[in-house]
């Protein structure tokens, strides 16, 4: 099969999966719906297409060849929209969808962060036209995006088989894998950013003890940045989580320039609500999104570390103050 993808979706991961592909000596057309974006990539060597129309033609060539499409888009209704019918702010040619350039054996991977119901549905949709839907739960942020990420896959084993070589292009050495029939990746990744909430909830309320306990009980303040270099070199709780929050407060000690307030892409919501239904206790995510929740009215410093952590990781916006 050629190496060559259609990408869809050209935003701070997508924009670093691309340049890691084409490092990789993979052939892409890229599009988006706004054209500085794609005249940006092509600058770096991706093939630029500006509409759907344009970007299956220079993917089959002159022949019908095989397409393969990875979606990096956000999750909910823009994927229904650009799969289905597009939306307004789609609407850069004629009023086409994906779907309607799909032809039979085409691959369309979804690497965002979709839920896994809507991706078992789209699945079924699509195998209408003979299409094959994967779905990819993309981990490590705009740095594993760019260097090698995290990749569990769902959906047809053959498939998989088929287009493996992609997934190993793409992910850090042993970071990829089949995780079973449409669905299962993005329920994978589901949980593992439910995971992530409660990892980062427990490292910022720590950090908002030491930041404000410690005057009282010591009689100085602590240097948190440095307390982190001291974790990040053999503690326990060493992780990406501690080194990325260790580089924020080495930037910004006290975090005076970030609000507090952090949002939340569904994910822990959707994962506490599998919780309920298979009845296992759920404690530590429920109260890292509940505590999200609180940010709309108070402020924390632990949730002015969290926000700050996933500025870090991922390049979610923060509440500048």
């Not at 999966?17 to 706004?34: D, W």
């Not at 926000?307 to 103050?321: I, P, S, T």
């Amino acid at each position: 099969m050629s190496q060559k993808i259609g990408f869809i979706g050209l935003g701070r991961m997508g924009n670093a999966m691309v340049e890691h592909m084409l490092e990789k000596g993979i052939e892409v057309v890229a599009y988006n719906r706004t054209k500085e974006k794609v005249d940006e990539i092509a600058r770096e060597g991706a093939t630029p297409a500006y509409s759907l129309k344009e970007m299956f033609e220079k993917l089959r060539g002159e022949g019908n060849e095989r397409a393969i499409i990875w979606l990096m888009i956000k999750s909910g209704d823009p994927v229904d929209q650009l799969l289905f019918a597009l939306a307004d702010g789609w609407k850069k040619m004629e009023e086409e969808s994906l779907s309607d350039f799909l032809h039979e054996g085409d691959i369309v991977i979804d690497g965002g962060n979709s839920y896994y119901k809507d991706t078992k549905r789209r699945a079924g949709l699509l195998k209408e036209k003979g299409v094959h839907f994967m779905d990819c739960g993309t981990s490590g942020g705009i740095q594993g995006a760019r260097h090698g990420a995290c990749l569990m896959v769902g959906g047809e084993k053959d498939v998989y088989d088929e287009i493996e070589w992609l997934y190993r292009s793409l992910a850090q050495e042993n970071g990829y894998g089949y995780m079973g029939a449409n669905g299962s990746g993005h329920y994978v990744k589901m949980v593992h950013n439910a995971i992530e909430y409660g990892m980062m909830q427990s490292i910022a309320e720590g950090l908002d003890l030491l930041e404000t306990g410690a005057q009282d009980s010591l009689g100085n303040p602590l240097q948190l940045a440095e307390v982190l270099r001291v974790w990040n070199h053999g503690s326990i709780v060493e992780s990406y989580l501690t080194r990325i929050t260790e580089h924020a407060l080495t930037v910004d000690p006290h975090l005076n320039q970030i609000g507090d307030r952090v949002d939340d892409n569904g994910e822990g919501a959707w994962t506490i609500l599998e919780a309920i239904s298979a009845k296992i206790p759920f404690l530590t995510v429920a109260h890292a999104l509940f505590m999200r929740y609180t940010t709309r009215r108070d402020e924390s410093f632990a949730m002015k570390v969290v926000a700050a952590q996933r500025n870090e990781f991922g390049g979610h916006e923060v509440e500048k103050k």
